[in-house]
T-cell receptor
Framework: AQKITQTQPGMFVQEKEAVTLDCTYD???????LFWYKQPSSGEMIFLIY??????QNATEGRYSLNFQKARKSANLVISASQLGDSAMYFC?????????????FGQGTILTVHP | EPEVTQTPSHQVTQMGQEVILRCVPI?????FYWYRQILGQKVEFLVS????????KSEIFDDQFSVERPDGSNFTLKIRSTKLEDSAMYFC?????????????FGPGTRLTVT
């Protein structure tokens, strides 16, 4: 079974609108971390946002927020007020276990295209 | 802001040759990783390294791969005899341990092309 599932291969959004990128995960661990990374066409991996499994509040970082629904095992990324520079591949990732140093397991990614 | 650096940015090699990919992690980080991404596919974990030894490795990280921290700054990935299927983007990442440490910082990647 896939540990991280991103069901949207591609998403389109109009500039200045909000968009939600879906991510579901599968783990039997009680303690884990969820991450979103952005990969522009230049190839680098840019950290966006983190949600710990015990965090009670949904994480927010500027225009990025994470809609964390633990019972449903989903960790969707919401980008508000999309900008042309948001066009990129977005990866959801999970770190299992209670340590901060475990490996990351990535999903297949979603290509986001922002239209002017 | 400190960043992870990787050299070279692009390496072309012939099948069967040895390659060494180099990374300089962020200076106060203690945990190091290699991931790879075959073109168009997801990022996959290869190996993690701490205190001068491998902490965890994936099935991909077979005897053809090795890692080393030859000095206080560099972290290298060696592929002994490259295969066509080793063609991928290789990312180095590092992590600061301690309170509040959470995200791995990724380098810009080395694109390896095996011909």
């Amino acid at each position: 079974a896939q540990k991280i599932t991103q069901t949207q291969p591609g998403m389109f959004v109009q500039e200045k609108e909000a968009v939600t990128l879906d991510c579901t995960y599968d783990t039997s661990d009680q303690s884990y971390g969820l991450f979103w990374y952005k990969q522009p066409s230049s190839g680098e991996m840019i950290f966006l946002i983190y949600q710990g499994s015990y965090d009670e509040q949904n994480a927010t970082e500027g225009r990025y927020s994470l809609n964390f629904q633990k019972a449903r095992k989903s960790a969707n990324l919401v980008i508000s007020a999309s900008q042309l520079g948001d066009s990129a591949m977005y990866f959801c990732a999970m770190r299992e276990g209670g340590t901060s140093y475990g490996k990351l397991t990535f999903g297949q990614g979603t290509i986001l295209t922002v239209h002017p | 802001e400190p960043e992870v650096t990787q050299t070279p940015s692009h390496q072309v090699t012939q099948m069967g040759q040895e390659v060494i990919l180099r990374c300089v992690p962020i200076s106060n980080h203690l945990y190091f990783y290699w991931y790879r991404q075959i073109l168009g596919q997801k990022v996959e974990f290869l190996v993690s390294f701490y205190n001068n030894e491998i902490s965890e490795k994936s099935e991909i990280f077979d005897d053809q791969f090795s890692v080393e921290r030859p000095d206080g700054s560099n972290f290298t990935l060696k592929i002994r005899s490259t295969k066509l299927e080793d063609s991928a983007m290789y990312f180095c990442a590092s992590l600061r341990l301690g309170t509040g440490a959470r995200e791995q910082y990724f380098g810009p990647g080395t694109r390896l092309t095996v011909t």
